[in-house]
């Protein structure tokens, strides 16, 4: 079984800062591809950010030049620092992985959500 966790969310004023972070743990052989997706209320979920193994990073426009993906590979975690944070980045924040297993099966991972809440 794999899981991704993710934490670091909470309450920060507007032009604040966040970081989260997502922790895969499992029977893991590699991880393809990680990612941020966000959902706000009566919105539907989002991609904001990709960091595919070796590949190039990706962003939505709308957190392009204020938020930051990176991964540790050693570590099978990937975070998302934002920067310059706006009252409409307030969402559920959801970190997704694409996995192969020890077991040589690819499977799509989500974490189970953090809330980030920008407001004064």
């Known amino acids: 079984q794999v899981q991704l966790v993710e934490s670091g969310g909470g309450l920060v004023q507007p032009g604040g800062s966040l970081t989260l972070s997502c922790a895969a743990s499992?029977?893991?052989?590699?991880?393809?591809?990680m990612a941020w997706y966000r959902q706000a209320p009566g919105r539907e979920r989002e991609l904001v950010a990709t960091?595919?193994?070796?590949?190039?990073?990706t962003y939505a426009d709308s957190v392009k030049g204020r938020f930051t993906i990176s991964r540790d590979n050693s570590k099978n975690t990937v975070y998302l620092q934002m920067n310059s944070l706006k009252p409409e980045d307030t969402a559920v924040y959801y970190c997704?992985?694409?996995?192969?297993?020890?077991?040589?099966?690819?499977?799509?991972?989500w974490g189970q959500g953090t809330l980030v809440t920008v407001s004064s």
């Open positions: 997704n992985g694409g996995i192969t297993t020890r077991e040589f099966r690819y499977l799509e991972v």
């Open positions: 499992g029977s893991i052989l590699s991880i393809a591809l």
């Open positions: 960091m595919p193994s070796g590949g190039r990073t």
